[in-house]
């Protein structure tokens, strides 16, 4: 059949219902069936595509005409069936649309009880008492249907896995030389002194060039056995990180400048300010490093003279951008950042030449380490003679500056892509060209595609057109992954993952048996790296924080046993609304039969005066092991509270007005949740409920999708109610509109997405990550209606560690409670009784300032020019024993002198000794011989005179 036939049928078949067979409603039926039928053979008939994708349509449409059709199957045609009325139940009556106030759900009757509740109770001055625990269980039960399966995210984890070992773990093409690589470099030492082909000292690009670095190149190999030539080398990099960090620090001012003033030009003052602290800067350097400079030979001379040209180069630029007769006086920034780009090639260029020296390649990098910066110096030589051809055919910073800019951003960068990734432009304009006429066939076969009339005829519904699977070739398991989730290839990964598993039943194991594996051992493991951590490092730490290491069932019984059921948290309270007041005390209570611990910290927070209240005492113990010089004694603090109050330059909303905004926030954020997440508690078997005297109960889910819903509600009130206090009270942010502007932007942003989009994104978190949170709230009430305790679980469940850990919170806020409770009499001395305050923020200040002296007297001590006083004391030990050997001398040769004149000799040499050491200060002249003539002179005060 060919495809106008199809198309005619259909239309005839459709048209040729008459008026009679759309009355019966079975015929009508299997028309339409019919008219489906010839429609999926018209499909079959001319495509060769999805044949898969076409049944489960074809499947999804008829069950859904068939759904249609049950109703009226078996009605005789004769007989006519009367419309049952639609006002049978009234759409006002169904309480679960909520649609009539007065008759609402239960689960809405329950929402706005439990929300008229929690408005009195945060308005009404309460106090409270919690107590938290917490207890650990497994993640699955050991009877459970899922006992031995895997999550989703150890599914991922093991499938890529997996496809790492079944295609190559790709660490050859990281970028970075292999251990292989790393272990057979270019040349050993070794070998490069035993080689008697080589005698000069030549860089890798001059001895492949089989040239010198300039005539009269002499410097013989051997100078590789030099100390002196490796330090000076050392230096010279010192000296020209130096001048690039003056270099660099004159761009960043030049880009704050232009940042400003884009159409500033090169004689403003204020640039020529910044370029005389950047001479002042060279200059110093270069002084510092006059020695160094002097000393160079060989290749280093040429690294000095690289950075003066690559500083001059960037100089001549940036006149030439900013010159007063550019052709375009607003400066495009990227145009002007490709000049600094430039010059920090050339600066690295300079250093990169160094590396290609023997002493430093010796023994370390292979040859296609070398190869790779030699093909980035010539990417980088490229790039400057383009500037200079630029220049010489007039097309200058000043009149072509995206000439200039382009050599940059698009061949250089192109050209250094290729260099680091050791890409051939030949090879891979061949592969562009091949990709190319394979295209242009791929298009040309396309039109061939379509069937014939016999092939559709050959086809029925259920044939499929056999098409030769294409399997492609990949270079690692990390590309195959890339390239299934690029792709959204489930197919192939669901592939990789059957194979995997019929593999594990079957018990072939690959390098590693993955199932016998920890996850936190695949995670940490260098064949899973996760970018960012570095491997086996970076996952130890996150073994540390989210406890990785799976727990036995044994293990968590004794984590609850030892752990988790001795130790309680306590908190009491007291909440004064009409103060914006909230006064507590927290105490961490840990109580076995061989360990007792209670640590306790009572605070205060005044909202509406921006102040936090603490025990001094309770702080203590740990700044005595901070800081124990600036610890006050217990007399000094016995009886007294510190109070802190918030910087006024951190308070530029009052903290009372945000605190009531955020309460209010959140109510209005609970108000918009849907109801059904509100049900009422059966309170018969609630030991709890029994335990407080309640009447009623009340609980509210939030997983994940509700939290982030709440959550985002929360933000968006709390955004427009700030928004509204400002307008509302312009004199106090007259000086604030970068405040301002932070909460329009914060409006425009609450534009952008939904609350619910805040749930839904959480929910696709919790789906793949190995941590997921269930919070379930309770509220009891006594007949009255009053909020009188509430509890809270908290359940964070962990694949990874194969536990499910449990936070329960139970509070009390009944007065009865309060006061038998062995922390409110604490509260009530410490806070309700006039006790003397200490001004917190002051006693900081002077702890910073005695501080900041301390690091002033530091950083001085660090630029003191200190002597070295090993040849200093050395130098004056020569002196003395040459003066030794003269007297010694002297003596031997006037042996036959009479021995009165000797002794008077002797005697008149211990006064000029004595003289000397006695006199207010001695100077030392060293020696004027070359090894000593930088030696600078150095005066000994007398108190360290022998």
Same mark, same amino acid.
């Given at each position: ?131 938290? !625990? ?168 040429? &690294? ?21 007769? !550019? ?15 430039? &010059? ?73 892509? !290729? ?154 309270? !007291? ?372």
């Amino acid at each position: 059949m060919s495809l106008n036939k199809v198309k005619k049928n259909k239309v005839k078949n459709w048209l040729g219902l008459s008026k009679h067979q759309l009355s019966k409603p079975h015929q009508t039926a299997n028309s339409h069936i019919s008219i489906t039928h010839v429609t999926t053979n018209s499909h079959t008939s001319i495509t060769k595509k999805s044949p898969k994708l076409l049944v489960i349509s074809i499947i999804s449409t008829n069950l859904a005409m068939l759904a249609g059709c049950q109703s009226t199957t078996g009605v005789n045609s004769s007989q006519t069936t009367p419309i049952v009325s639609a006002n049978a139940t009234n759409v006002e009556d169904i309480q679960l649309f909520n649609i009539d106030k007065n008759q609402s759900s239960s689960a809405q009757r329950a929402k706005d009880f439990l929300l008229s509740a929690i408005n009195e109770h945060l308005n009404s001055e309460h106090t409270s008492v919690t107590q938290l !625990r917490y207890h650990a269980s497994p993640y699955v039960g050991v009877d459970d249907i899922e006992t031995n399966d895997d999550s989703l995210f150890k599914t991922f984890l093991k499938v890529r896995e997996f496809q790492r070992q079944k295609y190559g773990d790709g660490d050859a093409d990281d970028g970075y030389e292999t251990d292989t690589e790393e272990r057979t470099p270019y040349r050993s030492e070794e070998d490069y002194l035993a080689d008697d082909s080589i005698d000069t000292y030549l860089r890798y690009d001059d001895e492949v060039a089989g040239t010198l670095p300039y005539e009269g190149y002499d410097v013989s190999k051997e100078i590789i056995l030099t100390d002196d030539y490796q330090d000076n080398s050392d230096n010279i990099y010192y000296y020209t990180s130096s001048y690039d960090d003056c270099l660099t620090s004159y761009s960043i001012d030049l880009d704050e400048l232009l940042e400003v003033e884009p159409n500033i030009d090169i004689n403003d003052k204020r640039i020529t300010k910044l370029k005389t602290t950047y001479d002042e800067c060279t200059s110093t350097v270069n002084k510092k490093y006059k020695k160094t400079i002097d000393a160079a030979i060989g290749y280093q001379t040429q &690294y000095i003279d690289g950075q003066h040209n690559c500083s001059a180069t960037f100089h001549q630029q940036i006149n030439s951008l900013l010159s007063p007769q !550019r052709s375009n006086q607003s400066i495009n920034y990227d145009e002007y950042d490709s000049i600094y780009q430039t &010059y920090a090639v050339c600066y690295h260029n300079n250093h990169l030449k160094a590396d290609l020296e023997p002493i430093y390649y010796l023994d370390y990098s292979s040859k296609e380490s070398l190869d790779i910066k030699l093909a980035q110096l010539q990417c980088a030589e490229q790039l400057f003679d383009g500037h200079q051809n630029l220049d010489a055919a007039g097309q200058t910073f000043a009149t072509k500056p995206a000439a200039h800019a382009s050599l940059y951003y698009n061949k250089y960068n192109d050209c250094d892509y !290729r260099a680091q990734n050791n890409l051939n432009s030949d090879a891979d304009d061949a592969l562009d060209t091949e990709l190319e006429t394979e295209t242009i066939e791929a298009a040309e076969a396309e039109n061939e595609d379509i069937l014939t009339d016999d092939e559709a005829e050959a086809i029925n519904v259920e044939g499929e057109y056999e098409v030769d699977e294409y399997e492609p070739e990949y270079a690692s398991g990390d590309e195959k992954f890339e390239h299934d989730l690029a792709n959204l290839d489930f197919q192939s990964f669901l592939a990789d993952y059957r194979e995997m598993k019929a593999q594990e039943a079957a018990g072939v194991a690959g390098d590693s048996n993955i199932e016998d594996e920890n996850l936190a051992d695949i995670l940490a493991s260098s064949r899973f790296p996760i970018g960012g951590l570095g491997g086996i490092k970076g996952m130890s730490a996150l073994n540390m924080l989210f406890g990785l290491n799976q727990n036995t069932p044994q293990q968590i019984d004794a984590k609850n046993y030892y752990a988790y059921h001795p130790l309680v948290i306590h908190a009491v309270s !007291r909440y004064q609304p009409n103060q914006q007041m909230l006064t507590s005390v927290y105490s961490y209570d840990f109580d076995t039969p061989t360990l007792k611990l209670s640590l306790q910290m009572p605070v205060e927070f005044n909202f509406k005066q921006a102040k936090v209240t603490l025990d001094p005492a309770a702080m203590m113990p740990v700044m005595a092991m901070m800081s124990p010089e600036n610890t006050p004694t217990p007399d000094e603090i016995t009886g007294k509270v510190v109070t802190f109050e918030l910087p006024e330059e951190m308070s530029k909303i009052p903290v009372g007005v945000f605190q009531q905004s955020f309460l209010k926030a959140i109510q209005q954020g609970l108000d918009t949740l849907n109801p059904e997440y509100f049900t009422d508690i059966d309170l018969q078997n609630d030991t709890f409920a029994q335990q407080v005297g309640a009447t009623r109960g009340i609980k509210l889910y939030l997983g994940s999708k509700q939290s982030g819903e709440l959550l985002g509600k929360i933000l968006k009130h709390l955004s427009y109610d700030l928004k509204n206090y400002i307008d509302k009270h312009p004199n106090e942010f007259a000086n604030h509109s970068e405040l301002k502007q932070k909460i329009d932007n914060w409006l425009v942003y609450n534009q952008g997405f939904q609350a619910k989009d805040v749930g839904s994104m959480l929910q696709v978190i919790e789906a793949v990550a190995p941590i997921s949170f269930d919070q379930f709230n309770y509220f009891y009430f006594d007949a009255s209606g009053h909020l009188i305790a509430k509890q809270n679980k908290t359940d964070v469940s962990s694949y990874l560690s194969q536990t499910n850990n449990s936070i329960v919170s139970q509070t009390r806020f009944d007065k009865a409670a309060f006061n038998a409770s062995p922390y409110a009499k604490q509260l009530n001395e410490l806070f309700f009784d006039n006790r003397q305050s200490i001004n917190g923020n002051k006693w900081k200040k002077s702890l910073d300032a005695k501080q900041a002296l301390k690091d002033e007297g530091r950083y001085a001590r660090y630029s003191y020019d200190l002597p070295n006083f090993e040849d200093k004391y050395a130098q004056l030990y020569d002196d003395y024993a040459n003066y030794d050997d003269d007297y010694d001398d002297n003596e031997d040769i006037d042996k036959d002198a009479n021995s009165n004149d000797t002794e008077q000799s002797n005697t008149q040499a211990i006064a000029v000794s004595t003289d000397t050491i006695d006199i207010e200060e001695t100077t030392v002249i060293t020696p004027s011989d070359e090894s000593s003539e930088n030696i600078d002179e150095y005066t000994i005060p007398k108190e360290q005179q022998y």
